[in-house]
C-alpha cells in the first residue's frame, strides 16, 4: 500500500504561481509512473503530466511551457510547478503513482486531492 498527500494548493489570481507537492510513504521505484491529474466541477479527471523513473516527462497540450514536473526521490516527493495560472486552471489536483509489482500487473494509486482556484 502507498499512501500519496497532495499540497500547495489555494486561491491565486490570473498570472500567479503556484507549487503542488505529493509526498508518497515509501520511495519511488524505477518502474513507478506518477503523475498529476486534475478535475473540475462537471468535469472528466484529465491528466496534466507525468514523470517516469528515469526521468522521461509528458505534459498535456494546455499546460506546455507553463507547468514542469519535477521529483526528489530521496525525499519521495512530486513537485508540480504551475506558472502563469489561467481561471481554466481551476480544479482539484491528484497525484497518481502507477506501480508494476510484477509483469502484467499494474496498480494504481491516488491521493486525496488539493484544490487550485484561479480567479480574479
Known amino acids: 500500500q502507498v499512501q500519496l498527500v497532495e499540497s500547495g494548493g489555494g486561491l491565486v489570481q490570473p498570472g500567479g504561481s503556484l507549487r503542488l507537492t505529493c509526498a508518497a510513504s515509501?520511495?519511488?521505484?524505477?518502474?513507478?509512473?506518477v503523475g498529476w491529474y486534475r478535475q473540475a466541477p462537471g468535469k472528466q479527471r484529465e491528466l496534466v503530466a507525468t514523470?517516469?523513473?528515469?526521468?522521461?516527462?509528458n505534459y498535456a497540450d494546455f499546460v506546455k511551457g507553463r507547468f514542469t514536473i519535477s521529483r526528489d526521490n530521496s525525499k519521495n516527493t512530486v513537485y508540480l510547478q504551475m506558472n502563469s495560472l489561467k481561471p481554466e486552471d481551476s480544479a482539484v489536483y491528484y497525484c497518481?503513482?502507477?506501480?508494476?509489482?510484477?509483469?502484467?500487473?499494474?496498480?494504481?494509486?491516488w491521493g486525496e486531492g488539493t484544490q487550485v482556484t484561479v480567479s480574479s
Open positions: 514523470i517516469s523513473g528515469g526521468g522521461s516527462t
Open positions: 515509501r520511495n519511488f521505484f524505477r518502474i513507478d509512473i
Open positions: 497518481n503513482l502507477k506501480a508494476r509489482p510484477s509483469v502484467g500487473a499494474e496498480l494504481s494509486y
